[in-house]
Nanobody
Framework: QVQLVESGGGLVQAGGSLRLSCAAS????????MGWFRQATGKEREFVAG????????SYADSVKGRFTISRDAAKNTVYLQMISLNPEDTAVYYC???????????????????WGQGTQVTVSS
């Protein structure tokens, strides 16, 4: 059974930082590209960042470029999202997702992803 478990969310002041983690189990981690998405109240789920299977290709939404960094640790079957310079517009539930692929590309479409975590709330106060 595939499980993606996010952690690290919370309440932070504007300008602060958080690091989200997503621990994957029940899958061959190296066969999956990983992504982070977020969904704010009343809005559609949107792509935040993605990383390919080997970790040498990454993609970011324009709104987070230069502030967020995605990485993966094959030994721990974990993907991370380091977030700095947070602002209230970053407030959302953040989801980790896994996409089984043979490609080296990063997918930005939510429909491309096979498995999803339960989400972790990030709230940025002004």
């Amino acid at each position: 059974q595939v499980q993606l478990v996010e952690s690290g969310g919370g309440l932070v002041q504007a300008g602060g930082s958080l690091r989200l983690s997503c621990a994957a189990s029940g899958l061959t981690f190296s066969s999956y590209a990983m992504g982070w998405f977020r969904q704010a109240t009343g809005k559609e789920r949107e792509f935040v960042a993605g990383i390919n299977r080997s970790g040498d290709s990454k993609s970011y939404a324009d709104s987070v470029k230069g502030r967020f960094t995605i990485s993966r640790d094959a030994a721990k079957n974990t993907v991370y999202l380091q977030m700095i310079s947070l602002n209230p517009e970053d407030t959302a539930v953040y989801y980790c997702a896994a996409h089984r692929t043979r490609s080296t590309l990063v997918q930005v479409r939510p429909s491309a992803y096979d498995y999803w975590g339960q989400g972790t709330q990030v709230t940025v106060s002004s």
